[in-house]
Nanobody, 119 residues
Framework: QVQLVESGGGLVQAGDSLRLSCAAS????????MGWFRQAPGKEREFVAA????????NYADSVKGRFTISRDNAKNTMYLQMNSLKPEDTAVYVC????????????WGQGTQVTVSS
């Protein structure tokens, strides 16, 4: 069975950094895209970043470009999101997706990890 587990969230101050991880189990997804989305209370889910199966190509939302870096280690079946220069507007639950056939469409989802950025 497929399971995605996010970790690394927490409470930080503006300007700080966090590194999120998404560990996949049950099967590998080396041939498919993986991505990060976020959702704040009362807001719709927002695309953050995505990466191709081999890790050779990435895509970022304009709001995080230059601050966040997505990567994956297929040997560990794990995806990462390095978040630098965090802003209060980055506060959200960050959710990972796997089995993607495009940048924005995914078959499997994790439960999310909370990121809170104070001013």
């Amino acid at each position: 069975q497929v399971q995605l587990v996010e970790s690394g969230g927490g409470l930080v101050q503006a300007g700080d950094s966090l590194r999120l991880s998404c560990a996949a189990s049950g099967r590998t997804f080396s041939s498919y895209n993986m991505g990060w989305f976020r959702q704040a209370p009362g807001k719709e889910r927002e695309f953050v970043a995505a990466i191709t199966g081999s890790g050779g190509s990435t895509n970022y939302a304009d709001s995080v470009k230059g601050r966040f870096t997505i990567s994956r280690d297929n040997a560990k079946n794990t995806m990462y999101l390095q978040m630098n220069s965090l802003k209060p507007e980055d506060t959200a639950v960050y959710v990972c997706g796997a089995g993607g056939i495009s940048w924005y469409s995914y078959r499997y989802w994790g439960q999310g990890t909370q990121v809170t950025v104070s001013s």
